[in-house]
Each structure stands twice: as structure tokens, then as C-alpha cells.
């Protein structure tokens, strides 16, 4: 099993920055793709932002060049700075890795999904 942890969301102002983490931990032997996707109240869960295993990365077209996504392969973590925050971008952000891993004398890959951080941006 896969456990992903998320911190570093809360209260920021607009034109405000923050920066989320994501920890993966559990039993496994790779991550591929991870990501940052979030969900406004009455709205449908949408893509932030995606990196692959080699550092390839694409934003949803509301980024804009506000956020940079990252990962450290070593400490199986996805980061999300986010910088010029607006209203609009107050949602539950959630992390998502795709993990490969080893069961029954083969591999397989399965998604997970972290259990979502607040952010709120408001004066």
C-alpha cells in the first residue's frame, strides 16, 4: 500500500504565495507521473500541474506561469509553488502519483491519490 501525505496549504492573500508538498511512502519500486489537481466547490477536479519521472512537466492553462511544479526523486516528493495567488484559486488541492510496484512476481501500477490540502486565498 501507498500513502501520499500533503502539507503546506492554509490562509494566504491574494497576490500571495505558497508552497505544497506531497510525500509519497509505503511499499513500491518506482513513481511515475505525479501531479497537483484541485476542486472549487460546485466545480469539477481539474489539472494544475503534472511532472513525469524525467522532470517533463505541463500546467493547466489557468497557471499561466504562476506555478512551478517539482519533485525530488530521492525523498519521493512532489512540490507545488504557487506564486500570485488569486481568489479563483481557492480549492482542495490534491496529489497524485502513478506507482509501480511489485506483486505476485510482477509488476503493476496503480494511481493514488493523497487525501487533499485546503487552500483558501482571501483578504
Known amino acids: 500500500q501507498v500513502q501520499l501525505v500533503e502539507s503546506g496549504g492554509g490562509l494566504v492573500q491574494p497576490g500571495g504565495s505558497l508552497r505544497l508538498s506531497c510525500a509519497a511512502s509505503g511499499n513500491f519500486v518506482g513513481i511515475n507521473d505525479m501531479a497537483w489537481y484541485r476542486q472549487a466547490p460546485g466545480k469539477q477536479r481539474e489539472l494544475v500541474a503534472r511532472?513525469?519521472?524525467?522532470?517533463?512537466?505541463n500546467y493547466g492553462e489557468f497557471v499561466k506561469g504562476r506555478f512551478t511544479i517539482s519533485r525530488d526523486n530521492a525523498k519521493n516528493t512532489v512540490y507545488l509553488q504557487m506564486n500570485s495567488l488569486k481568489p479563483e484559486d481557492t480549492a482542495v488541492f490534491s496529489c497524485y502519483a502513478h506507482v509501480l510496484g511489485w506483486s505476485g512476481g510482477k509488476y503493476r501500477s496503480d494511481d493514488y491519490w493523497g487525501q487533499g490540502t485546503q487552500v483558501t486565498v482571501s483578504s
Open positions: 511532472i513525469t519521472s524525467r522532470n517533463t512537466t
